[in-house]
Nanobody, 123 residues
Framework: QVRLAESGGGSVQAGGSLRLSCVVSGYEYSMFCMGWFRQASGKQREAIAS???????TYADSVKGRFTISQDSAGKTAHLQMDNLRPEDTAMYYC?????????????????WGQGTQVNVSS
């Protein structure tokens, strides 16, 4: 069975940095793309960033210039470098992956999901 495992969350002060990681297991081939989403308490899930095997990346306007996503050549690992964190970045962060080629923009585009890792940013 395909599983995604996130790690790297924690508590930091505003202006600090965190690096999230996501590792895929139980999948023989490369994932076409991987992405990161977040959900704050009482809010809907938001798309944050995505990366595919061709090197194409996308970012939400709220994190452009602060967050950087990367995907390894085997399509089995993704990272999210988060710099200059703000209190409004506080949320549960989820890793997602898509096996087949296609769009990698919204929650509906991804077929596999991790359990999430909590990020707390204090002012």
């Amino acid at each position: 069975q395909v599983r995604l495992a996130e790690s790297g969350g924690g508590s930091v002060q505003a202006g600090g940095s965190l690096r999230l990681s996501c590792v895929v297991s139980g999948y023989e081939y490369s994932m076409f793309c991987m992405g990161w989403f977040r959900q704050a308490s009482g809010k809907q899930r938001e798309a944050i960033a995505s990366s595919d095997l061709y090197g194409k990346t996308t970012y939400a306007d709220s994190v452009k210039g602060r967050f950087t996503i990367s995907q390894d050549s085997a399509g089995k690992t993704a990272h999210l470098q988060m710099d200059n964190l703000r209190p409004e970045d506080t949320a549960m962060y989820y890793c997602a992956a898509r096996g087949s080629g296609g769009y990698c923009l919204t929650s509906q585009d991804f077929g596999y999901w991790g359990q999430g890792t909590q990020v707390n940013v204090s002012s």
